[in-house]
């Protein structure tokens, strides 16, 4: 009978001592019965393949049986069983080089010390041949089959943080050894191979290497002396693109926020370098030039790159005061007022000295909006004066647009229905004239507070119900969390008492993932709701309701808020509507027991970076700002 664990991998070329040659299919990959044993051929040879889990673990636990005589597989161990399969890539080779070691270890030790997988599996049956003694071998083996300019381009790959394009490739791994009209043949050929995987993101062909392929080119790439000249080649084009992009990102959002999406790992990557490397300035640049990510979706994330970054370097003029302004701006967009305020006021310096006007007028009008915010209505008003000053260019529609804002936001606060309606209107006008969709929203949110003051209550709806739908478009995390907010002040006027406490349970989830507090013109509105939606369910079942808000997918409170109630009880595995991966959670737990990124890697076999950028993601996910508030969501979950 044959099981998957005598298999083993043969592609076309190798040559194995086998009974039958009856091929079977696994995960993709053609494999074909073998003894304990395989004989490749010296030539011709494909590399290693990889298991699925349920396969690696079954040949992982006949290996071991077999080694120790003894092994047996218990619910107490079939989890690090599957993590040991997990961290090996489903590695036949590896898998049985890791069983034999249960003759001395228990798969808990085994696990333990996978910090350094080819020093661990060293051994196995010393009757094999000498290059399947150890998995730096075998790899080995399978990397000098490879033509001249493959393993140039391969070793090359593991600069990338993440998944990557063929454009990526074209652009970064191209030198005099790896010319960029092969880079296509040269992909398709260590994709066919099994040492680079191939996946599709939002229909975009994406590449990436396993973590062990990874590791072992980081090495290669060193002996070759190549690291220098490719993680340049790497930060420039990274830093270069962001930048050429930076300007009109604002007018294309979805497509260049789709790109952000692709690469922010790889991205995520060069700052980390350039941090690490001191190159500040430019680490400042690519920062600055990811405004918009960091607005929409990636608050806490920007605020922690831009804290760390403003601390400790400098850049151009022109790049300081954007890093400022957008500090600033993340810090309203938070409700953090002490930390707004003074990136705001450095930001209006630099643009002064420095004779920036649109950095200037736009610095004057967000800190107004922050000073209205804060309570100091006074210096909003100067500081709103201060930018309508500032002369721009006609053309220069988004400064007019930002100065539009703030006296929005500033006639709320003075009850004036009349100046915000007109402030209002003309702002939509301008952000739809130049296709800027994050105004668009913002502009929507105003003018349904204007026909909310006025008593139009179904405009007041419609405006935010569009509103919503391009937050939702451009996933505008704040944005969203206010349209919500506001479509469950409808609910409850409604009738709607459920749908409102739902709704504003997952307002308050958004908000909370942003790491943002209620701003002040939402506080009443918020509160009103509330009571609303509890006077007419009673405060137990309100709190049912709310928390069960607190756990829609930000898909179902969308559906929701436009009247589906039945898709409302969806809730996200993790409880907090951002869905972490299975990955993530791990990397989540094990910072809770006080781990550093570093004892992670070496606990999951990753590299400190790639714990660093999942670090990084769950923050955003989570709105926390430190790893203390990851700790205290897993006791929370417990």
Known sequence: MRTAATLLCAAPGVRVLTTTREPLSVAGEHLIPVPPLELPSAHGAEPLSRLRQNEAVMLFVERAVAASGSFELTDANRITVADVCRRLDGLPLALELAAMRTRVLSVEQILERLTDRFSLLVGGDRAALPRHQTLQTA?????????????????????????????????????????????????SSLVDKSLVVKEDARGVACYRLHETMREYTSRKLDDAGERPAVEERCTHYFVSTCQATALESRFRLLDWLAWVDLEIDNIRAVLRRCVVQGDLARAIDLAASLSWYWITRAQSEGVAWLDELLASGASTADAMAWSYFIRGFLGVLQGDWVAARPALEQAIATARSAHLPVQLVNALAISSIAENLAGNHEEALRLLDGAGRVPIAPDDLPSRVAVLQARSLNAVFEGDSKVLLEAATEGARLSRAVGDLYAQHMMELNLGGAALIAGDMAESRGHYEEGLRIAFQVDDRIGQGYMLAALGFHAAMNGRPGAAARLLGASETIRLSAGASVMAPLAPFIAHTEELATEALGTVRFRTEFEAGRGLTREAAVRLARGEPDTTRMRSSDGVGYKLSARQLYVAQLVAKGLSNRQIASQLFLSERTVDSHVRTILNKLGFNSRAQIAGWIASRD
């Open 139 to 187: 790899i080995d083996w399978s990397y000098e089959l490879l033509a001249d300019h493959e393993r140039v381009l391969l070793r090359h790959l593991c600069v990338f943080g993440g998944r990557f394009t063929l454009h990526d490739v074209e652009e970064v791994c191209s030198s005099e050894q790896a010319a960029r009209g092969e880079a296509l043949m040269a992909l």
